[in-house]
């Protein structure tokens, strides 16, 4: 017969053989991968005893806090520190506020922190009248540079008698203070 090619039954069953083979061979290794596990979730926190930590800004830093330990969520965002001593809060790259707190949550990614417990806050520069804040709660917002004191706070300003505020937030770039429920007295200049 001309132009008619003829294959072999031994050709047609090696292919067919090969064919399952090859599919044989594939379906082993999909199967094979479906057993397999990820690694395990990182879940753990993790613990860390007597360092200092920081926020920072493009320009410069916001704050810096010393810690007695600190305990960091599975991915480290945020930050739970205890017993802060020496935290600073800058102005203009210069220190401007001495802040210690019994307790700081702080937000690795954004800088703001949330103190709680027994806070002490006061002015650092020595060419300012020296203020201080005692006080139970503060928040700082790193991106409107304020620092919220929400609740009840005595201010000893050299006066003779302290100031005491219902509330109070200080815009750190401005300088603009609001206080709420006021009673006391404070020295200005």
Not at 153 to 170: F, K
């Amino acid at each position: 017969m001309a132009g008619a090619t003829s294959r072999s039954p031994l050709k047609l069953l090696a292919l067919a053989g090969g064919a399952l083979l090859l599919g044989y061979v594939a379906a082993g290794i999909y199967v094979a991968g479906l057993d397999q596990t990820g690694p395990p979730p990182n879940n753990g926190a993790v613990i860390f005893h007597q360092g200092c930590a920081r926020g920072e800004r493009i320009t410069g830093r916001s704050w810096t806090a010393c810690y007695g330990s600190i305990v960091t969520s599975a991915n480290q965002t945020v930050l739970d520190l205890d017993d802060v001593t020496d935290g600073i809060i800058f102005k203009n790259k210069k220190p401007y506020l001495k802040v210690r707190a019994k307790h700081m949550v702080v937000n690795a990614l954004t800088h703001d922190f949330a103190a709680s417990g027994k806070i002490d806050i006061e002015t650092a520069d020595p060419n300012a009248i020296h203020r201080t804040f005692e006080t139970d709660a503060a928040t700082w917002s790193d991106a409107t540079q304020r620092l919220v004191l929400p609740h009840k706070s005595t201010i000893e300003s050299g006066a003779e008698l302290p100031l005491t505020v219902g509330n109070l937030t200080l815009d750190v770039k401005s300088g603009e203070v609001q206080m709420n429920n006021v009673a006391g007295a404070v020295r200005i200049k």
